[in-house]
């Protein structure tokens, strides 16, 4: 079970910061240089490719060299598997607060408004 997590730990470790998401948001755009990527950012370029190394580890990234240009994009798969995860806490959730609602109506007397009659 453990080893199964690996993976998810990892991507939500890379979603868990900001630098990282806005790559990402570019990237939704389409790949592009890690050049361009680093531009508008507040950072060396040793960072921001440290950012890309924890993008591509976390299978959210994929880059690629030809030449001396080094290009990324973006790998939707790994975003999948992050939102299923919490797409199945969310029914959970749901369904638990379905529960809630329907004891709390039967504690009401089934009284639909909230109010004594």
């Not at 976390?58 to 999948?80: D, I, N, P, Y």
Request: glycine content about 6%; some cysteine.
């Amino acid at each position: 079970m453990l080893n199964q997590s690996e993976p998810l730990d990892r991507v939500f470790h890379a979603l868990a910061d900001p630098t990282r998401r806005a790559l990402l948001e570019r990237l939704s755009l389409g790949s592009t240089s890690v050049s361009e990527l680093a531009r508008p950012l507040p950072m060396s370029l040793p960072a921001v490719l440290q950012h890309i190394q924890v993008l591509e580890t976390a299978g959210l990234v994929r880059s690629a060299k030809v030449g001396r240009t080094r290009s990324c994009a973006l790998q939707a798969e790994a975003l999948r598997q992050a939102d299923g995860w919490i797409q199945a806490r969310r029914r959970e959730w749901e369904a638990r607060l379905d529960r809630l609602g329907d004891y709390l109506e039967t504690l009401n007397g089934g009284n639909s408004d909230g109010q004594s009659e």
